[in-house]
């Protein structure tokens, strides 16, 4: 009797079991699996991604002579973007002790835009964690000369470009740059970067002396370091707040941040090459290692670098600035010049406001029309002659300078040794002046 009832029951178990099975096995079914089942397949195997940028990441300590501080598991995830690309050739990444074919190879820096997206504001401390990996010291030895006892100077720098590019001022190398516009034999530079035991020697790739921009290369032995993009934004303010980070002095154990505002906003000029010039001016006071850093915004946006131009000497409590958009312009103009050299060009050494800047100025004091002089380069031919900031150029060789584009085509038709005469307003005496000289060679 038992097993006449158990029968039964075993096969109405047997159907719903099997019932069960036929709709579980659906590729719709959401059923989950069932208990016997492993959460964690073995057969799966998990993988954990190490930041790229992370210098231990890409080599092992024991076969890299210069050899990070920190682990990859101790180095943070680095998701901002930037920027570079590497001429001619694809990206390669370079095993250390091997000697690399594309070791002359410059990566040319393409400047990313600012997101489209609202930016948000960080904290302070976040702003230093984020920008600080990028920022160097730099060690340039000068040799003794007639004039000078051997020196050395420290200074800022900001990597812009994971393969190696960076930005500095050039004021800091001028004593080191000899008139091919080359550092001067028996000059090194040398770069320190957190987190690595040794400096990497460094090549003054290319510079620009007016905007006191100088652009740095070194080989970092196939790591990638962190990079910053530099803004496009054009919008500062007077008033913006604002943090100057820069590389720590010696005994110092972590960088600087020095915040303050932005004070004020050069009129827009011109050059005589057509380059855009413009700077503006924070309260941040000019310290030793503030040449070559760079300013930031609130939300951890590079609005410029910090200039240690001797050209505003007579204001040195304030800090002068290169904004971004301006260096993103010189590089790609410097770059373009070292890569494919043109013809030798001649430089007068000015800038003068755009042209609808003139006008209103004009207007505004019953000056006459001319080219207002904004920037006069420190021992350039202009310099020498006797024109200052402020002058009003009223004719070049003759011929009336009243837009920018007279003093362009005026330079276009002029070669090094050319003889240059201009005739100037000075506003500060009232008064007609005439300067003359001979042309220079633009150094680059």
């Known amino acids: 009797m038992l097993r006449q009832l158990i029968k039964p029951k075993f096969l109405v178990v047997l159907f719903l079991l099997s019932f069960v099975c036929a709709s579980g096995c659906k590729p719709d079914n959401k059923v989950g699996k069932p208990s ?94 984020k920008i600080n990996p990028s920022v160097v010291s730099v060690r340039l030895k000068i040799p003794a000369s007639t004039l000078y006892q051997e020196r050395e100077e420290m200074f800022s720098a900001l990597i812009i470009d994971e393969e190696g590019i960076l930005v500095s001022s050039y004021s800091m190398f001028s004593r080191a740059v000899d008139y091919r516009g080359i550092l001067m034999d028996g000059a090194s530079v040398e770069v320190f970067i957190d987190n690595y035991l040794k400096p990497f020697p460094a090549v003054l790739y290319g510079f620009d002396a007016m905007s006191d921009i100088a652009i740095l290369k070194i080989d970092p032995a196939g790591n990638k370091l962190t990079a910053q993009p530099l803004s496009r934004r054009k919008d ?64 951890g946006r590079v609005l410029g670098i910090c200039s240690g131009s001797n050209q505003y000497s007579y204001l040195d409590y304030r800090t002068y600035i290169i904004p971004s958009p301006i260096i993103a312009d010189v590089i790609d103009y410097v770059t373009e010049l070292v890569e494919n050299p043109p013809v030798r060009a001649a430089t007068l050494g000015i800038a003068v406001m755009s042209d609808e800047s003139a006008a209103q100025f004009s207007q505004r004091y019953d000056y006459p029309i001319g080219l207002n002089v904004t920037c006069v380069q420190l021992n350039s031919p202009a310099y020498i002659a006797g024109l200052r900031i402020g002058d009003i150029i009223l004719t070049i060789n003759n ?31 009232n008064t007609e002046l005439t300067f003359s000289s001979y042309l220079q060679q633009a150094r680059h």
């Open 36 to 129: 016997a089942t492993p959460l964690i397949d073995d057969s799966v195997k998990t993988e954990t991604t190490i930041d790229p940028s992370s210098p231990s990441a890409a080599h092992p300590s024991d076969s890299r002579p210069n050899t990070p501080e920190t682990t990859g598991a101790d180095s943070p995830a680095r998701t901002e973007t930037t920027i570079g690309s590497t001429v001619g050739n694809s990206k390669t990444t370079n095993t250390p002790g091997e000697n690399s074919d594309n070791t002359n190879t410059v990566s040319i820096p393409t400047h990313t835009a600012d997101p489209e997206q609202d930016p948000i504001v960080l904290a302070w401390t976040e702003i230093f964690e």
């Open 236 to 299: 500062v303010k007077v008033g913006l707040p604002i943090g100057v980070i820069t590389s720590p002095e010696n005994f110092i154990m972590q960088g600087s941040l020095i915040p303050g505002h932005v004070m004020s906003l050069q009129v827009p000029s011109v050059r005589e090459n057509g380059l855009p010039y413009e700077v503006f001016v924070s309260d941040v006071p000019t310290l030793n290692k503030v040449p070559g850093a760079p300013l930031v915004d609130e939300y």
């Open 399 to 429: 011929n009336k300078a009243e837009l920018t584009e007279d003093l362009i085509e005026s330079m276009k038709e002029m070669s090094i040794g050319s003889y240059c005469i201009m005739k100037v307003f000075r506003p500060s005496e």
